[in-house]
């Protein structure tokens, strides 16, 4: 013991009561900016909560297997997310749209929502086309910004639209995401919840994508009207 205690260095109180000073600074400030409350105002219960008929729309049994909502095997839905949906709905003419949802109430800076554009690739799909748009069909303060997307599997292609929400904003990179949960969480001392919105069709060809793009405006028109109104601010920024 005695030995062990020689090998410890020698901290003179000169130098060691500075030392004592930023650590207690830096205690504090990281307890006085630790967020405290949830940007979460609702608990999520999708099975429950989400519509299984719209105007217009109903639910139907999934003829093409969807997309998973993680990038890959290792990743449990169960530990990247709260709750998780996936559906198809087809309208009074046959025609079908996937639905996927994925939600997590707490965002930090390890991002837990996971884009289509690392999910679609990593289960085979080759991005063919991807261009960032504004769904300008929603009456919202804070636009609704994600993007439209051509994919190719291996039978067929899929058309995609997507938009993530974090907190009270949508975001199109995982950056932006980022700095939108340290921004939050250092000014507004706020944990932001999370949600992916994607839709999807099975196409064709790529001639067909115009027309997919246009019905999946149709149907998020009405599937985040009926869902805001039951739970507002979860598909869409306040």
Do not use: N
């Given at each position: 013991m005695k030995d062990l205690y020689l090998k410890l260095p020698h901290v003179n109180l000169s130098t060691g009561l500075p030392l004592l000073v930023v650590a207690i600074i830096f205690f504090g400030?990281?307890?006085?900016?630790?967020?405290?409350?949830?940007?979460?105002?609702?608990?999520?219960?999708?099975?429950?909560s989400i519509p299984r008929v719209l105007d217009g729309w109903v639910?139907?049994?999934?003829?093409?297997?969807?997309?998973?909502?993680?990038?890959?095997?290792?990743?449990?839905?169960n530990e990247l997310y709260d709750d998780t949906l996936m559906r198809t709905y087809a309208?009074?003419?046959?025609?079908?749209?996937?639905?996927?949802?994925?939600?997590?109430?707490?965002?930090?800076?390890?991002?837990?929502?996971?884009?289509?554009?690392?999910?679609?690739?990593?289960?085979?799909?080759?991005?063919?086309?991807?261009?960032t748009v504004t769904?300008?069909?929603?009456?919202?303060?804070?636009p609704v910004v994600g993007k439209r997307q051509l994919y190719q599997g291996q039978n067929h292609f899929e058309a995609v639209s997507y938009w993530i929400r974090v907190g009270d904003r949508t975001m199109t990179s995982g950056l932006q995401m980022r700095l939108k949960i340290i921004e939050d969480g250092l000014l507004n001392r706020r944990?932001?919840?999370?949600?992916?919105?994607?839709?999807?069709?099975?196409?064709?060809?790529e001639s067909k994508r115009a027309e997919a793009y246009a019905l999946h405006e149709k149907f998020l028109l009405e599937f985040a009207r009926q869902v805001e109104n039951r739970s507002p601010g979860l598909l869409l920024p306040n």
């Open positions: 400030l990281a307890t006085l900016l630790k967020p405290d409350h949830h940007y979460a105002s609702h608990a999520s219960d999708f099975e429950r639910e139907v049994q999934q003829s093409t297997p969807q997309v998973s909502v993680v990038s890959d095997e290792k990743s449990l839905v309208d009074q003419a046959g025609h079908q749209v996937m639905v996927a949802l994925a939600y997590a109430k707490e965002q930090r800076q390890d991002v837990k929502i996971h884009q289509p554009d690392i999910c679609y690739p990593a289960q085979g799909y080759q991005l063919l086309k991807s261009e769904f300008d069909g929603f009456k919202r303060s804070s944990l932001d919840d999370g949600i992916l919105v994607r839709v999807s069709s099975a196409i064709a060809d």
